[in-house]
């Protein structure tokens, strides 16, 4: 265990950030790396409790006491090792999750939880650092092959753990670089990257194949894949955007999310020009709903130079405190200030916007609300008289997904769920033989750490179908890891 009463002696630190006032004056990571010294103390904290609530908190069963421990005693590399042993990336998940593991930690029922995301993250990049992480090479071939099509999180977990066990893999990716979200959504205030290339390097180094700007189902036929693979996963990600559809929403200056952020990225990565560029510099922006997605729109808005930023939510202000409806170790729903809503950005609960108004020549310049309260069957009354209209000349749409795009489905010919999403078996299999999927397509918009954890689980049933047997590992109903 961590240190004996080491959660007595010593007080949860996160990391520092540099100013909002200095950092949303470029696109960089933000964050300051705490001492060595300090980083053994934070494992320290951990109680090593007997029954680790954090380890069903986090949906990878990461070993999160095994690793504290290993870092209270300065044995980094012991650390790195069990880290990778269940999280295939952990640069992504050290950075990007909301880490219901802490919020699943016992010492957090009495005091600030152990620091279990930003342990994770320094121990990764001083795997990095010190140039332990190395591609690992299988050791024998099986001469099957399984093509993974889409390359977020889901998708790479799934591509290295099939190629670890000797198949040949091939992961074809629409978009002209790899990543997914992480590369075309998140911001690089969140993550640059480079963390993205460097883990790729590793990855083409071990042997996966990486096509890039090839769309299934356009680029290469369905037929064609179906014809060449022993087994296809299906990684698409769940990309079809939620509209808004009332007046004036084809006003110029009312813009998706989606298309908002993968621009920015785009242009961050110099791949745009600034004429091409959907830029809020010196705008009024609204950015209507909330999550991930909003926050980013908020935070990349200020560092375009926006005149004001101002957030609409159509839900009621949650509670600033876990509430009796969900108690620890579950996930609570209560307010969450992200590090963008700090750097400068107004935010309205209870509010649903009616109507987009424009300047006469097609520009959007402004919308118009109405406070609304959700009533006992949980549906919406507007409130009478509270009409108000806000000067605009940016929206940005942040309303969620519908799952993933339908087409390249229907060409293989596979069932959706009641939610729009694709069908699967408890073994990740879709309603035709050979065909699975994962991440997002399978379950709607999720998370990073739940990607990399249907990938893991997707490679061990698709290794099973193949050969019978695996010598992966799969996370069961319970949450534990087994193989078979
Ligand atoms: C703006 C934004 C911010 C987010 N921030 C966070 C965060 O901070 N933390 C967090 O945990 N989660 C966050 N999420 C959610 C997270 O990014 C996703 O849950 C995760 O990326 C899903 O991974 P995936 O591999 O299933 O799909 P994706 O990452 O969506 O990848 C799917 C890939 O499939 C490709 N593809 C689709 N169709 C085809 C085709 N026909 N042929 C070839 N390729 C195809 C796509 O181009 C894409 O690259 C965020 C989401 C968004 C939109
Ligand atoms: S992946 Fe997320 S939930 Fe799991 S240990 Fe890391 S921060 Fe916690």
Redesign the pocket.
């Known amino acids: 265990m961590g240190k004996l009463k080491g959660f007595l002696e010593f007080d949860r630190i996160d990391e520092s950030q540099v100013n909002p006032s200095e950092r949303i004056k470029n696109y960089s990571e933000f964050t300051i790396s705490p001492s060595p010294e300090e980083l053994n103390k934070q494992g320290g904290r951990c109680m090593d409790c007997g029954v680790p609530f954090c380890h069903s908190g986090c949906p990878l069963g990461n070993l999160i006491p095994d690793f504290n421990d290993a870092v209270y005693k300065n044995d980094w590399k012991k650390a790195l090792n069990i880290l990778h042993s269940t999280n295939n990336f952990p640069e992504f ?1 050290g950075r ?3 880490a219901p593991c802490e919020q699943a930690c016992v010492l957090g029922l009495v005091s600030p939880p152990v620091s279990i995301e930003m342990i994770e993250k320094y121990i990764v990049e001083k795997g990095f650092k010190e140039g332990w992480i190395k591609p690992i090479k299988p050791t024998h071939k099986t001469g099957k092959k399984v093509a993974v ?8 977990a799934a591509a290295q753990q099939l190629n670890r066990v000797g198949h040949r893999v091939t992961v ?4 002209n670089k ?10 690089d205030f ?1 993550m640059e990257k480079n963390i993205i290339d460097r883990r790729l390097e590793i990855l083409i180094a071990e042997g996966i194949e990486f096509n890039t700007s ?6 290469i036929s369905t037929k064609e894949l179906e014809k060449e693979f022993d087994a296809i996963i299906m ?5 079809v955007k939620r509209n808004l559809p009332i007046l004036g929403s084809d006003l110029k200056g009312v813009i998706q ?2 298309d908002f ?1 993968p621009n920015s990225n785009k242009f961050v990565d110099k791949q745009l020009s600034l004429q091409k560029q959907l830029s809020a510099k010196n705008k009024d922006v609204i950015v209507i709903g909330g ?3 909003g ?3 908020i935070g990349t808005s200020n560092r375009q130079g926006a005149k004001s930023v101002i957030n609409f939510e159509i839900t009621s202000k949650p509670s600033e405190e876990r509430t009796n409806k969900n108690p620890w170790p579950f996930w609570p729903f209560k307010l969450k200030t992200s590090s963008s809503h700090e750097e400068g950005s107004h935010r309205e609960w209870s509010i649903m916007t009616k109507e987009f108004i424009g300047d006469g020549k097609g520009n959007l310049s402004g919308l118009k609300t109405v406070e609304i309260k959700w009533n006992h069957k949980n549906e919406i009354e507007e409130i009478k008289g509270t009409e108000k209209i806000w000067p605009c000349q940016m929206v940005l749409l ?1 309303l969620g ?1 519908l799952g ?2 339908k087409s ?1 489905a229907e060409k293989f010919e596979l069932k959706l769920n009641q939610r729009g999403n694709i069908q699967t078996d408890e073994h990740y299999k879709s309603s035709k033989n050979k065909i699975f999927a ?5 379950r709607g ?7 990399i954890s ?2 893991r689980d997707v490679a061990f049933e698709v290794d099973k179908f193949l050969m019978g047997k695996s010598f992966l590992t799969k996370k069961n109903s319970k949450g534990d890891l087994i193989s078979a």
């Open positions: 998940t990007l999750c909301p099509i889409g390359s977020g999180p889901a998708g790479l074809f990716e629409k978009d790899i990543g997914g979200l992480l590369r075309y959504g998140i911001p969140k090839i769309e299934v189902g356009k680029d990684c698409i990600g769940a990309s999310a989606m952020l999550g991930d997605t926050s980013d729109c942040a997904f993933p795009e390249i994962a991440g997002d397509a399978r918009q999720s998370l990073i750490v739940w990607a249907e990938g």
